[in-house]
């Protein structure tokens, strides 16, 4: 019925919600096989009996044209969701090859040109060629916010009656649910001094050493703890700044978190410092809960679900003296929760999975 193609390869809010459409799919009796190119990810054990994870026997895109090309050959589906830029371009390939008639459609959740923005020229002349390429060839785009539709017609010469907006399947019962769970973390558990959240993977994208020099600053004028979840290859350099900046009983990494709700839920202020995102889930997933956030105005997500500013403060990308003033001023004066919940309410498994129903040809309005 449905093909889902991705590489399951860490434990990140992609392969969460991409959990999260295909167990819809099945709840709504939608027979899927979920393609794995990797598949590591511990979201893994929470998929609904009704999805059927098929391993493509390789360890990178680049190494699964054959494999995809004899899956085509084998189970002919009608409909195939794929996600991100390189399976995407694989996915071209593989069905021309196959010679399948397999409708193709594109999930981006990223900005592409704001992460090309650290390549050099070469570097960047080699991505964008092949999307300029392929992308014409899919019979349909969803992007994951405004930003990121306009950015991908803009680079690859897509029309827009290709490309939907459709908001990410994040908010599920079970994230209520799992914010219930016990407190995960000896500073939450018996709470004497504010707690501040970040999460995601340690990585440059996400820019944590900006929001490790904010809270040095904002803990020069208040007592506060700080908790970043999750793992990447920038753990030491990270660790190495919170030491020389003298935070080291102020600041923990305690690693990726199979529950990062549990921490979220009793937090006094989440923060997003990302230099780009496509429409970030960690944050919508704090507003859900009703945690008051901070978000830099990076391309593309965060204006967008904060509603440009007006329900939480956006702060200029890598600007840490900003970044300081805006979390102080929030745990000043913290928003009312309903608004935070209200402003994301359109983010629910249900009204993605019918916008992606749609998109694959399974809807009353197939764009």
Known sequence: DIAI??????????????VNLANEFAER??????LLIKSTS????ELHPGVEAISLGSRHTATSLLPLISYLRAHRPARMLVVKDRAGRLAVRARALAGTETRLVLRLGTNLSASLKHRNLFQRWLRLWPIRHAYPKLDHIIAVSKGVADDTISLSGVAAAKVSVIRNPVLTPRVREL???AAPHPWLKEKTLPVVIGAGRLTFQKDFATLIRAFSRLSEKRQLRM???GEGDQR???QA????????????LPG???????????ADLFVLSSRWEGSPNVLTEAMLLGVPVVATDCPSGPAEILQNGRIAPLVPMGDWRQLADAMESILASPPDSALLVDAVKDYTVETSADGYLAALGLGSNTP
Do not use: C, T, W
């Not at 193609?5 to 991409?18: K, N, P, T, Y």
């Not at 009796?29 to 979920?34: G, T």
């Not at 511990?42 to 054990?45: A, D, G, P, Q, V």
């Open 236 to 238: 030491s350099a990270l």
């Open 227 to 229: 908790i970043i979840l």
């Open 179 to 181: 914010a219930q769970s």
């Open 5 to 18: 193609l991705a590489s399951f390869s860490g434990e990140g809010g992609v392969e969460r919600m991409l």
């Open 241 to 252: 700044l919170i030491d020389e900046l003298g935070l080291h009983d102020k600041v923990d």
């Open 42 to 45: 511990r979201h893994l054990k």
């Open 256 to 266: 990726f978190a199979e529950n990062p709700y549990a921490y979220m839920a009793r």
């Open 29 to 34: 009796n939608h027979r899927v096989h979920l």
